[in-house]
Structures are given as C-alpha cells and as structure tokens.
C-alpha cells in the first residue's frame, strides 16, 4: 500500500491553481477530431476560432463537459510552427492549461525559479473582459499556460465566437479532468520530478518503482507530482528494464520524445459512462476474465455488481481510504501515444496500482499486435 508523504506546511504556496482550465491538443485535422470528440466521448461544441473569425493561419474547436475543456487546433499551411509538431509527434497535447488567479505572478514565480519561459504575460480583451495568459516549457514539446480569467465572463477566451452547432450527441457524465501523465526518457523522471517540485511548489505523493510495476516482459517507473490544493495531479513516467521493449518506449519512439501519455477524467457513475462510451465506439483494453474470480477477494466489498464490471471491462483497486474503478482506452490516434482513463473515486486516492500488472499485460498484447514488443 502506498503511503502520503508527509510533508511539513512551510509557508504560502507561491503558485497557487485553482484547476486545469483546458488541454489543448495539435491534430491533422480539427475538424473530424472535434466530430469524434462529440461523437464518441459526448464532449459538447462550445466556442471555435478559425478564418471564419478572422484566425488567418490555424482553426481551433472548443469542447467542453462537466468542468474539462478541451481544444483542438490544426494549422492552415505547411510552414506553421503547429506543423511541426504534428510532424513530428502526430495528434497530442501541446498545452496543459491551468487556471490561476494571476497568470503574470504565476510566470514570474516559476521562471526566476527556472523555468523556460513559453509565453510572456499577455493580455488579451473583447467585450466579455480581459484575460491574461502566460506559459512555461515542461517536458518535451509540452507546455503549461497559465490562464487568468477573473475579469472575463466571454465563452472561452478573446478571439473565440460561440460554437452554436447543429449537431449535439448527449455527454456521457465525464466531470473533470482527475491527472495528467507525462512519459519521459529514460533517467529523466527525477528531473521532472525536481522540476514540479523546484518550479512549481509541487509535492510529491506517491512513489513506487519498477519491481512494482513490471511485467515478465515490460516495465515502467512513475513518481507522482500534485500541487498545494492536490487538484493537480500529473504522475510522470519512465521506461524501465525489462525483457522486451517498455511500454514507456514504445510511446517515446512513437511520439518522438516525452510528451502526455493519458488523461484521467473523473465520472460519478463510471458504469453509465463507460456503457455509453462503447455504445459509441469507444475501445478499450481489456482483462483476461480471470481477473474478476478473485476480485472481491482482492479489494473487498463494493457497490458494483461484479457481473456488470467484467462484461464492461472495468478494473476495480483499494487502498487505505477508500476504492476506485477505472479502465483505460486504446491510443486514440494511430500512433500508439495518447489515451484515456476513465476514472471513478469512492474514497481512494490512488492511481490503482494493484491493477498495474493485468493492465500492463492487456497492454502488451496489444503492443506484440503492433509488432512493438
Ligand atoms: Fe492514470
């Protein structure tokens, strides 16, 4: 069972954040991407930026439910920076926004503590108010935005119309976004780690390494990093040793680098959700039905039938606190770098370790199909 790290309250936190405003990912082509967003995950069109609104070189979909946002935004023409991303790393995410209460102290507190700086502090108004921004350079190509928006009361931020589409399947009871993972290279977690820690007043959790997380053949090592409030979770990743390629690797060589591996999005009724979510094409990994015989043996009493878990396929892990389910999607792109997990809490506030070993063999199935083990 893992243990929180005691940690003493020293003081005032000096980057304080009240939540992830939005993650934006570059894609090929915004438009289908936005289609299967509404389609398959019941996301809801909320605001759009293009040549129709005046944004000569890039278009930009804004999705919204429960509390996550997301964007997503395709370049115009070859020569635009956006490009070369895509180039290089396929559709992900380029920014992990987060929402402060004052974005220009938010870029001075993180780059005089070293932090690269991304975007200098930029304030930006139309008739909903003012918002002003400002970024730093994490892991990769990756970057966080800090967003503050306690003078605009506008849809999304300036330059942005609303997106008042035809078109509008239900949403499937996603909430908020729960963590963001990070994959980097090897022997670079305790950088990233230093980096939260030092640049961001982050602390870490949860520590566990790799005779933890390996498989006979795969493994991994992952330190999680969250900050004062604990409302920003982002576990960080590495490849470890093991007989054939980590799945950490495979990521890497894929996506060209470290970037985000997944995003965990809370649900209140992950049986509705995850129901919905196959019903709409959504893929999953699944786990050998072995893996529920034994289940309530393993974690103890809960409120779900067992019978309805494994024909959904949803994972279920216990620590001191409480339980979780959860369950992860298939990369949704062709290369095999960014998924999703689905998540709901009942007290727990792990990542599901003990489902780490079923997971990661589900994992690598898929990775011998792809030739990549
Ligand atoms: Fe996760």
């Not at 967003?147 to 330059?159: A, D, H, I, Q, S």
Request: net charge negative; with cysteine; charged share 25%.
């Amino acid at each position: 069972m893992e243990t929180l790290q005691e940690d003493v309250q020293t003081g005032v936190d000096f980057l304080p954040i009240n939540g992830t405003d939005y993650i934006e990912f570059y894609v090929g082509n915004a438009k289908q991407a936005a289609y299967f967003y509404k389609s398959a995950f019941g996301f809801q069109s909320l605001a759009y930026a293009g040549p129709e609104t005046g944004v000569r070189d890039k278009a930009s979909y804004v999705l919204r439910q429960g509390k996550i946002t997301l964007v997503l935004t395709t370049p115009m023409h070859p020569n635009h920076p956006i490009y070369e991303h895509i180039l290089k790393h396929g559709d992900g995410v380029k920014v992990i926004a987060l929402w402060v209460d004052d974005a220009t102290d938010a870029f001075i507190q993180t780059t005089k503590r070293g932090a690269k700086p991304y975007l200098e502090p930029v304030t930006e108004k139309d008739e909903h108010g003012i918002v002003v921004r400002s970024g730093i350079h994490t892991y990769g190509d990756t970057v966080h935005v800090f967003v503050e928006r306690k003078n605009y009361n506008g849809v999304f931020l300036p330059g942005y119309e609303p997106w008042k589409a035809e078109y509008n399947p239900t949403e499937v009871g996603l909430k908020y976004v729960d963590h963001c993972v990070g994959n980097v290279g090897w022997n670079e977690m305790n950088v990233w780690v230093k980096f939260y820690a030092d640049v961001m007043g982050f602390k870490q959790l949860i520590s566990f390494d790799d005779k933890d997380i390996s498989t006979e053949y795969s493994a991994l090592m992952s330190k999680v990093m969250a900050n004062g409030n604990g409302r920003i979770k982002f576990p960080i990743n590495e490849p470890a040793e093991g007989k054939k390629k980590s799945q950490i690797e495979e990521y890497l060589d894929f996506y060209h680098g470290p970037g985000v591996q997944h995003i965990a999005v809370a649900t209140d009724d992950i049986i509705f959700t995850v129901s919905e979510l196959r019903k709409r094409g959504v893929e999953f990994l699944t786990v050998p039905v072995t893996y529920y015989e034994d289940l309530l043996d393993r974690v103890g009493k809960i409120d779900e039938e067992v019978s309805i878990l494994r024909d959904l396929g949803i994972l279920v892990d216990r620590d001191d606190e409480g339980y979780l389910l959860q369950i992860f999607t298939k990369p949704v792109q062709d290369r095999p770098t960014v998924f999703y997990e689905i998540i709901q809490r009942k007290g727990a506030t792990s990542f599901g370790k003990g489902n780490f070993k079923a997971l990661f063999e589900a994992i690598e199935r898929e990775q011998a199909r792809r030739g990549n083990l």
